[in-house]
């Protein structure tokens, strides 16, 4: 018999759909929020209640904002002129730890999967095309930074193609080098990372 309260059940009910929370890790962050100042509840409730009213896309590179443009296309120190376009926000946002890269980015919330019946109208690919049609002379390079597996490089090859067919050649359009992780080990690396790593070799 279930003798727990309905509102202490039905949070553990909930955690329970998260993606990686067990049952046992459910109950256990359920009763942790029990231990909680009332304060820090309410807070919590009240964020997640609003989070997808307040999670809008930007207008320009569909990054998620609570404006109409994101804080990282308003910003006048970034580089206009480059895009990095990436297939998620986490992307975007390990893009920015470090903050080595100084240009703008493109979301396509996405990648191309037929697999999954994901095509290239299932994801922002015909915002990019637009995007880079109004603005065909501020924006000079084209980063392709999605994930380096089939679907990532299918997209990437698509994008390159599209951009090609609609606006020519006069966009550079680069690609994130392959290699090997800063602190591996030749000895254990993959044949197909070692390979790229020698493709994508460079003077030193
Ligand atoms: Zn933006």
Request: aromatic content about 6%; charged content about 25%.
């Amino acid at each position: 018999m279930n003798s727990l309260p309905k509102s202490l059940q039905k949070t553990i009910d909930f955690f329970e759909k998260l993606p990686g929370i067990g049952p046992k890790s459910a109950k256990r962050l359920a009763f942790y929020l029990l231990r909680l100042p009332q304060q820090d509840l309410d807070e919590a409730a009240k964020n997640i209640s609003m989070l997808k009213n307040n999670s809008l896309y930007c207008e320009i590179c569909m990054n998620l904002t609570e404006e109409k443009i994101c804080a990282i296309c308003e910003d006048e120190n970034r580089d206009h002129t480059t895009v990095v376009i990436v297939e998620s926000v986490l992307d975007l946002l390990s893009m920015e730890v470090g903050n080595q890269y100084k240009g703008i980015y493109h979301v396509l919330h996405g990648r191309i999967d037929p697999l999954n019946y994901i095509g290239p109208d299932d994801i922002f690919i015909g915002k990019l095309i637009e995007r880079l049609k109004t603005n065909k002379k501020k924006i000079k390079e084209l980063i392709l930074a999605t994930n380096p597996n089939m679907e990532g490089e299918a997209t990437a090859i698509y994008i390159k193609n599209k951009i090609l067919e609609m606006l020519g050649s006069n966009i550079k359009i680069t690609r994130l080098a392959y290699g090997l992780p800063i602190g591996a080990e030749l000895e254990y690396a993959d044949y197909m990372t070692l390979s790229k790593a020698l493709e994508g070799r460079r003077e030193y």
